[in-house]
């Protein structure tokens, strides 16, 4: 992730290494693939592995897909990072993904902003130039698809860790859930909110998110797998409720870290 003016926190964290969870790789789980997940570890081990093309990074990618909730757990720390690449990486074009076709994208709403509820003090709505006003921090990481596809992206826009604070979020409640006006929802366990390279992403490849990438803001979160990343956004919750999700009410693994 690349520093803009105005963004605070750790500088220089490690990106996780297979070495890291070899461990774990002995006890992968072998559970259906619907209720299982990538978890970090599976990230991990893309980032130990040779990345040079996408080829190779889905054949590992369909070979680690059965990690335990546990060992995701143990695994996921705000002192790592998942694995991010140089401009020339980024793929082009990048493939259209969601939960419907793409001639179904929606459009934004007439009047659009970005609510905020739960344990929060300041539930007032926002803006997309009231959110270029917090820190700004881009990435180019790598989009995990649990249909075991991946692409590598370019977003940028408010750490989620900046944006909680600036509204008054109660950080000590468990979750954060997410809702979105194409009818998505997903949520999220606040160490994830607060990881460094969370972000509500506000731009794509160096332009404002068209409708196809989640405009006018999405959640971006690389260290999960890509139907974390919600798009669309309509309204923020921090909540001491466990929220559920689209996909995860139909028993995708919650916590789904990749």
């Known amino acids: 992730m690349t520093k803009k003016p105005g963004m605070t926190g750790p500088r220089r964290l490690p990106v996780v290494k297979i070495r890291d969870i070899q461990p ?5 789980d072998r559970r259906g693939f619907l209720r299982s997940s990538l978890s ?8 130990g592995c040779d990345l040079s093309t996408n080829s190779g990074v889905d054949a590992a990618l369909r070979s680690i897909l059965r990690f335990d909730d546990k060992i995701q757990a143990a695994l996921f720390s705000g002192r790592r990072l998942a694995q991010t690449y140089p401009p020339s990486a980024v793929t082009r074009p990048f493939r259209f993904n969601a939960y419907y076709a793409e001639w179904q994208v929606r459009g934004i709403p007439d009047g659009w ?29 790598r989009h995990i698809c649990i249909e075991g596809w991946t692409q590598i992206g370019r977003w940028s826009g408010v750490p989620l860790r900046a ?8 950080l000590r409640a468990p979750f954060v859930s997410f809702k979105c006006f194409d009818g998505y929802s997903t949520g999220i366990d606040m160490a994830s909110a607060l ?20 405009a006018p803001v999405r959640l971006r979160i690389p260290t999960k797998l890509g139907f974390k990343s919600a798009k669309n956004l309509q309204a923020i919750e921090v909540t001491h409720i ?14 789904s870290g990749v």
């Open 113 to 141: 902003r970005l609510e905020v509820a739960g344990s929060v003090s300041d539930k007032r709505p926002w803006t997309i130039p009231a959110l270029r006003t917090l820190p700004q921090a881009e990435q180019i990481t």
């Open 40 to 47: 970090l570890g599976g990230l991990a081990l893309l980032t």
């Open 242 to 255: 466990f929220p559920g999700g689209f996909w995860e009410d139909q028993g995708y693994d919650w916590f």
């Open 24 to 28: 774990e790789l002995r006890r992968l």
């Open 163 to 170: 944006f909680l604070e600036r509204i008054g979020a109660d």
């Open 195 to 214: 990881h460094p390279q969370t972000i509500l992403a506000i731009d794509f490849d160096g332009q404002p998110l068209a409708p196809e990438w989640g």
